[in-house]
């Protein structure tokens, strides 16, 4: 192989990386426009809950979501622009989750991605509000782009149940509750894995998911693929999640852009808190490696979702 297709570090996996990040960037003005006419002024829509919107979507998150959504569709020979509705609503999904986490009856937070939280930036009012509007405008942005009924009635489904009950809040409300518990009250720390991974699933896990999924609606992919890459998201959540808990013990408020060392003041069930550091990261690594082997049946053309998979391990942010 020769240096230049290397990349700057000069090895195949930072090759891998700045080719990611190249994507990444060349793919971030498309999402970002796309995101800022979702959140566009609609009629009847008040100005401070419509800044609320802006301000909580618009800032400036990695867009972990909409790339993934994009590259499940291109895997399946999809297009960018089929698949940039699906892109755009589970993006907006994750800011109200964001908004909702961040609240005092939940997180209590006061940063996010490096700024007030919308709670603190407006206030709890405007910032429930604004949530509770992104949920709708997520539904209503795939029934006006979807191509027809059909493909309308599959990504709202998929998103609907992903956001909901068994999914996100689901996964939330078991995160909230297992603050009150210890270990020995889920039966032992192996017993308070499960329980753990199981509220991972849903809280973080779910809505990756759906961005495979959706994708791959998009795409018009037939059901093995559909499940290939839902198979791929299960692991690729579970692999981020672990990450984020070991970024929240090791990293700084700067480095993450929001509050770190809050997991422990709060007892929260972690895998680092249950398993250690480094076997918490050696798991998040075993997801990364299912996640690429569920890539299989997409040869090449999977190789950028490997790619993203990778670098779920490496973020600093
Ligand atoms: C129903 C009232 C009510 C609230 C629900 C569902 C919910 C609140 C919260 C979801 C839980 C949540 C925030 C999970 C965390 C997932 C996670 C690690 C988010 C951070 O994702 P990144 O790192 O963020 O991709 P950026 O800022 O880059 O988009």
């Known amino acids: 192989m020769s240096s230049d297709a290397l990349g700057e570090s000069g090895t195949v996996a930072g090759a891998a990386e700045e080719s990611l990040k190249q994507y990444m960037a060349s793919h971030r003005p498309a999402v970002e426009a796309a995101l800022a006419e979702a959140c566009a002024d609609q009629p009847g829509m008040p100005t401070r809950l419509a800044e609320a919107i802006r301000y909580a979507v618009l800032a400036p998150g990695k867009r972990l979501r909409p790339v993934l959504t994009i590259m499940a569709a291109e895997a399946c020979g999809g297009s960018v622009a089929s698949a940039m509705p699906a892109a755009v609503s589970v993006e907006l999904i994750h800011a109200y989750s ?28 405007t910032a429930i509000l604004a949530g509770d509007a992104l949920q709708s405008m997520a539904f209503a942005h795939l029934h006006c782009h979807a191509v027809d009924d059909t493909q309308a009635a599959a990504w709202i489904g998929t998103l609907a149940i992903a956001a909901g009950p068994s999914g996100l809040v689901g996964g939330q409300a078991d995160d909230l509750d297992a603050e009150k518990h210890t270990v020995d009250d889920f039966g032992g720390p192996e017993a308070a894995r499960t329980h753990l991974e199981a509220i991972h699933h849903r809280k973080t896990g779910a809505l990756f998911t759906a961005c495979a999924a959706m994708g791959a609606i998009s795409a018009g ?14 692991a690729f959540g579970l692999a981020f999640q672990i990450t984020d808990d070991l970024l929240d013990c090791t990293s700084t408020d700067e480095q993450l852009g929001k509050r770190t060392g809050k997991d422990d003041g709060r007892g929260k069930l972690t895998y680092p808190g249950l398993m250690g550091l480094d076997r918490a990261r050696a798991h998040a690594e075993a997801m990364i490696r299912t996640a690429h082997e569920s890539l299989e049946l997409f040869g090449t053309a999977g190789q950028r979702l490997r790619n993203l998979a990778d670098f779920v391990l490496e973020r600093t942010n």
């Open 221 to 234: 992919a037939d059901q093995r693929a559909v499940s290939a890459l839902t198979n791929y998201a299960r």
């Open 98 to 125: 964001l908004i909702h986490d961040d609240l005092p009856a939940m997180d209590d937070d006061d940063l996010r991605r490096g700024r007030p939280t919308t709670h603190i930036e407006f206030d709890e009012a």
